[in-house]
């Protein structure tokens, strides 16, 4: 599967973004995905994840109650919406599907980034 973030750009703090990642391929229904960032000499770290069907959802405590993941399968497509952006949400953001049993283990296809920078 290949996937293609979109979405990102410069925001005042307070603002919104929302992010979308569209995948190739009949089987993205089949997949659990994951929104990743990767913040200037940090890390990547899992963000928010949506399970296959969507019954599971997971979000790093740094953004619950400020962003949302979803899915449409219909247009192989996951978003990622962002609210109240802080200046330390500013990271470079990936797209990731799991392909695996699992729930929020490895991920097997990843996209390239998209870059959200929020000014303070």
């Known amino acids: 599967v290949q996937l293609q973030a979109s979405g990102g750009g410069l925001v005042q703090a307070g603002g919104s973004l929302r992010l979308s990642c569209a995948a190739s391929g009949r089987t993205f229904k089949t997949y659990n995905m994951g929104w990743f960032r990767q913040a200037p000499g940090k890390e990547h770290e899992l963000t928010a994840a949506i399970s296959r069907g969507g019954g599971m959802l997971y979000y790093a405590d740094s953004v619950k109650g400020r962003f949302t993941i979803s899915r449409d399968d219909a247009k192989n497509t996951v978003y990622l919406q962002m609210n109240s952006l802080k200046p330390e949400d500013t990271a470079v953001y990936y797209c990731?599907?799991?392909?695996?049993?699992?729930?929020?283990?490895?991920?097997?296809?990843w996209g390239l980034g998209t870059l959200v920078t929020v000014s303070s």
């Open positions: 990731a599907a799991e392909a695996g049993s699992g729930w929020l283990s490895e991920h097997d296809y």
